[in-house]
């Protein structure tokens, strides 16, 4: 089955800083993945996504990168903000079943 | 659109007690999915159904059965709680078309099994 790690289970960074977030994947053949944001007492919302046979992917303040060589996924956030403050999953998606990790949380210091 | 809703919001439970949580989409959705989440961790899939009629076991199935008779609704048993079911239950419902996926979640059935 599919595993997923991120590198830090907690990210601290002030307020205006961009914020980088990794992940690791176990499947080569997760063939779409998902960054979902989770605020306490809350479902987890998406954020952006991409296919496996993309390496960038830009959305409003996040980017997202894949690489499928090192099963690798980067969450990008540009100019964090307080509301920024969450858990972040990142999800690999095949044949339509997710698996989530862990998740990172991210603090942002007004 | 509702989206994804679930009820109830809470629910307290006795050891042994069966329940059912409910699940509903109007966005007609193939996928509906069901998982759980306990305190400091991800989500872990319970069951998925991929269709009406169609349902699979995902990661942490036992003590939990699902049907899927319409599209719309996606019921998750619980048949004799336990205090190890105590968690935070999220439906969720998606769709895989064209090459795009994305899955929307309900706001959670918080479950507490004493």
């Known amino acids: 089955g599919e595993s997923v790690g991120l590198h830090l289970p907690t990210l601290s960074v002030q307020e205006g800083d961009n914020s980088i977030i990794n992940c690791a994947y176990s499947n080569s053949a997760s063939d779409y993945f998902i960054w979902y944001k989770q605020e306490s007492g809350k479902g987890p919302q998406f954020i952006i996504d991409i296919r496996s046979n993309m390496d960038k992917r830009q959305g409003q303040r996040v980017t997202v990168l894949l690489n499928k060589t090192v099963k690798h996924l980067s969450l990008q956030i540009a100019a964090t903000q307080p509301g920024d403050s969450a858990v972040y999953f990142c999800?690999?998606?095949?044949?339509?079943?997710?698996?989530f990790g862990d998740g990172t949380t991210l603090t942002v210091k007004p | 659109n509702a989206g994804v809703t679930q009820t109830p919001k809470f629910q307290v439970l006795k050891t042994g007690q069966s329940m059912t949580l409910q699940c509903a989409q109007d966005m007609n959705h193939e996928y509906m999915s069901w998982y759980r989440q306990d305190p400091g961790m991800g989500l872990r899939l319970i069951h998925y159904?991929?269709?009406?009629?169609?349902?699979d076991q995902g990661e942490v199935p036992n003590g939990y059965n699902v049907s899927r008779s319409t599209t719309e609704d996606f019921p998750l048993r619980l048949l004799s709680a336990a205090p190890s079911q105590t968690s935070v239950y999220f439906c969720a419902s998606s769709y895989s078309r064209g090459g795009e996926h994305e899955q929307f979640f309900g706001p959670g059935t918080r479950l507490t099994v004493l």
């Open positions: 999800v690999p998606i095949n044949a339509g079943k997710s698996t």
């Open positions: 159904s991929v269709g009406a009629g169609i349902t």
